[in-house]
């Protein structure tokens, strides 16, 4: 996602100055003449405009059967990941453009091919079916492969084999066996494999969303966040970490993507934060831990939310709403962790001088704030859906493109942001595409071969029947399968095996929805591998491991907020009981400032510390509201 139009000046001495974009950056496609653009400029801009107006298309199309829909969206993602990829290796180059090639065909054909494959019922008819089955799965596989390396496919071919080969597996785990043609067939010219529901959330609720993401941040949207986030956090203790943790709070509601976050906002708060003397590895840690938050910041979130709604059968706002608690406690815990910091390494806060000013602030943050208030009004004041809202706000935001904050237009500048966000929406688009149809394939044999109530026994029956051990498990699981995969593929492969495992248990299915995607997230900052930590170490050029272990204390308290959550069922039901989640909430964020004090707080005396971290215990697990 493009960097905020934000950036940091050094006047006389470290002083933070948040300016906005005048010109076209200088490695913008349009910086020049247009007789300069290259074949794969041209090419992306299609790309991108042919993505962005067939997935606004079908937030009014109506309806359009899954086997067109599903197929198209496939194919729009294949060049970005085959064609448009830049890799020195040749072989690599050239098997690209051959399996986007073939890519493109098979999926093409099911396409053209919808109405009678819908009469085959899930089972191939000829040689030809056949090969077109092998081939988009062996696409997929590739795809996501080159998407986000070789975890996720690798889960992908092993569960694949297994539905396959399953009947070879003597004992429980084994299966009655499926036909070649059956099962590949479900797979492929069905909605229970390749073109399932999350399929279809990816192409109808996820992309228009990241389309609005991709263009706010294409303008002066960021000078609007950051002015007000300086503005509003600057003045306190540790005010540059503090900055940190709100812009990225700000951030997280239009962009839902950890790394991105990171990168963006990372690029102006951390070499802030080094200018006044931070530490390195706290600066990088401050901002690993805040952009992770972004994943479960109303009213955007994660593409996993989007999932999780399908998964429900629940309409976006309902989880919305019951997630925005424990959003504010993950960025209340950021920001107490930083304070505590402040106080250990005396931080000090920006001086008047240093902050951009309320002026600049009313100037620039309606940028923001427009199509922000759009979303939100859309999706909680009327009974339009979710899409419906993402393309308002789009169109809104396409509109303010056009000008900066102090109302000068540039003809050029608007044709560079709107190129800007039609290719990050492509490749975000394609991106998500590549982990969503993996994660389907996985779904879908599952489904089929029924190791889902297979590995869910083999959970209820490792915990003794006891829901704190199965939570414990599944808090494991979800960290674990996050170190190498996409939250969102990590959340839906666990919530697929030890989510029906919780809910017999007892939790409540919301619960354990969020129990899982919460953990399936905070592998961005738990090592060894961190997408987040790596990130941020490398803006702050600092060794990550320091990064890590920053990252883990600052963020102690937020491994301990679904626990809380589970204790404490209040914090979920903003809906139903405002009250009673306002004291929960005021509950658990007591007891973790008290944790954030414990282990990361200025004092040397155990006597001190230990009670703070039993009190702070007490507080989030103790006396359930």
């Not at 009469?119 to 008819?125: E, H, I, W």
């Not at 973790?592 to 989030?620: D, H, M, N, Q």
Request: proline share 6%; charged share 10%; net charge neutral.
């Amino acid at each position: 996602m493009a960097a905020p139009a934000a950036s940091i000046a050094e006047a006389s001495g470290p002083v933070l100055v948040v300016s906005e974009e005048r010109g076209i950056p200088s490695d913008s496609p349009l910086a020049g003449p247009l007789s300069r653009l290259g074949p794969r400029d041209w090419a992306m801009l299609a790309g991108g405009l042919l993505s962005v107006g067939f997935h606004l298309y079908l937030v009014f199309s109506g309806l359009i059967p899954n086997l067109i829909t599903r197929p198209l969206h496939f194919m729009l993602a294949l060049p970005w990941i085959f064609f448009f990829a830049l890799t020195p290796n040749r072989l690599a180059r050239w098997s690209g453009y051959l399996l986007g090639l073939v890519g493109l065909l098979a999926a093409g054909f099911i396409a053209v091919e919808s109405d009678r494959l819908v009469d085959q019922y899930g089972s191939l008819q000829s040689d030809l079916q056949r090969a077109v089955a092998l081939a988009v799965i062996l696409v997929a596989l590739e795809m996501a492969r080159r998407a986000i390396k070789w975890v996720l496919p690798a889960i992908t071919l092993l569960v694949l084999l297994y539905g396959y080969f399953g009947d070879l597996i003597p004992g429980y785990f084994g299966h009655g066996g499926l036909p070649f043609d059956y099962y590949f067939g479900t797979l492929v010219i069905t909605g229970g494999g390749m073109w399932s529901s999350l399929t279809g959330i990816s192409a109808e609720v996820i992309a228009p969303f990241i389309i609005l993401g991709a263009f706010i941040s294409a303008g002066t949207a960021g000078t609007g966040f950051m002015a007000l986030a300086t503005q509003l956090a600057g003045r306190f203790r540790a005010g540059a970490a503090k900055i940190a943790v709100l812009s990225s709070a700000l951030y997280g509601t239009i962009s839902g993507v950890a790394a991105a976050n990171t990168a963006s906002t990372g690029m102006v708060t951390i070499p802030a934060m080094k200018r006044l003397g931070y530490p390195p590895s706290l600066a990088a840690a401050t901002e690993a831990v805040a952009s992770t938050g972004g994943q479960i910041m109303p009213p955007l979130m994660g593409a996993g939310i989007f999932v999780m709604a399908e998964l429900l059968r629940s309409d976006y706002t309902t989880i919305m709403v019951a997630a925005t608690p424990p959003a504010i406690l993950f960025f209340l815990t950021a920001w107490m962790g930083v304070h505590a910091y402040a106080l250990r390494f005396g931080l000090r806060g920006l001086t008047r001088d240093e902050l951009p000013g309320w002026w600049l602030v009313l100037r620039s943050v309606p940028f923001f704030l427009v199509p922000f208030g759009i979303l939100v009004y859309v999706l909680v004041f009327t009974a339009f859906t979710a899409p419906y809202a993402a393309f308002f706000a789009t169109v809104a935001t396409i509109l303010l493109l056009a000008t900066d904050s102090l109302g000068g237009f540039d003809l050029r500048r608007w044709l560079h942001r709107l190129w800007t966000g039609c290719v990050e929406a492509g490749r975000q688009i394609a991106s998500i595409a590549a982990i969503i149809v993996c994660a389907s394939l996985i779904v879908g044999v599952f489904h089929m071969t029924g190791l889902g109530v297979k590995i869910t026994s083999l959970i209820l029956s490792a915990s003794g029947g006891e829901l704190w051990v199965a939570l414990l498990l599944t808090a494991l699981a979800s960290l674990v399968l996050g170190m190498e995969l996409p939250t969102t593929a990590a959340y839906v492969i666990c919530v697929a095996v030890a989510g029906p495992a919780l809910v017999e248990l007892g939790l409540p299915e919301l619960y354990a929805h969020l129990f899982v995607f919460w953990y399936a997230l905070l592998c961005t900052i738990t090592p060894p591998v961190c997408g987040n930590v790596f990130i941020a170490a490398g803006i702050a050029e600092t060794p990550w491991i320091p990064v890590a272990l920053r990252s883990m204390a600052l963020g102690l308290g937020l491994f301990l907020v679904p626990l809380g959550f589970v204790a404490n069922p209040a914090l979920l039901m903003l809906a139903e009981a405002p009250l009673l989640t306002l004291a929960a909430l005021v509950k658990v964020a007591a007891g973790l400032f008290l944790l954030s004090y414990a282990v990361i707080g200025p004092t040397p005396k155990l006597w001190l510390r230990l009670p703070a971290l039993v009190g702070g215990l007490s507080l989030v697990f103790a006396f359930g509201i």
